[in-house]
């Protein structure tokens, strides 16, 4: 069965660092390029970021850009998303998702994980 599986979200104070990781299962990450969403309650799924697979171009959209950072690891068949700097509206649900081309549209990715939930308050 083919899936992706994120860890890593919790609870942040405001200016605090998280990294979260998509781990796959039955698919090999390295081979697909892998995008990250968010979604807070009552808001559209947003793109945070993605990567592609080799050599591994990276796209951030606006809402987090300059404080985010997407990488893969290979090895461990993971990619994973640095966060810093987080703000309170940074709160949602985040999720990552594989896709043929790194565009910000969600319709376009097609196996996603089931979310990993951060939530910044001091």
């Known amino acids: 069965q083919v899936q992706l599986v994120e860890s890593g979200g919790g609870l942040v104070q405001p200016g605090g660092s998280l990294r979260l990781s998509c781990v796959g299962s039955?698919?090999?990450?390295?081979?697909?390029?892998i995008g990250w969403f968010r979604q807070a309650p009552g808001q559209e799924r947003e793109a945070v970021a993605c990567?592609?697979?080799?050599?591994?171009?990276?796209y951030y959209g606006d809402s987090m850009k300059g404080r985010v950072t997407i990488s893969r690891d290979n090895a461990k068949n993971t990619v994973y998303l640095e966060m810093n700097n987080l703000k309170p509206e940074d709160a949602a649900v985040y999720h990552c998702?594989?896709?043929?081309?790194?565009?910000?549209?969600?319709?376009?990715?097609?196996?996603w994980g089931q979310g990993t939930q951060v939530t910044v308050s001091s």
């Open positions: 998702a594989t896709t043929d081309e790194c565009r910000t549209r969600d319709n376009i990715y097609f196996i």
């Open positions: 039955g698919i090999r990450l390295e081979y697909t390029n």
């Open positions: 990567v592609s697979r080799s050599p591994g171009s990276t």
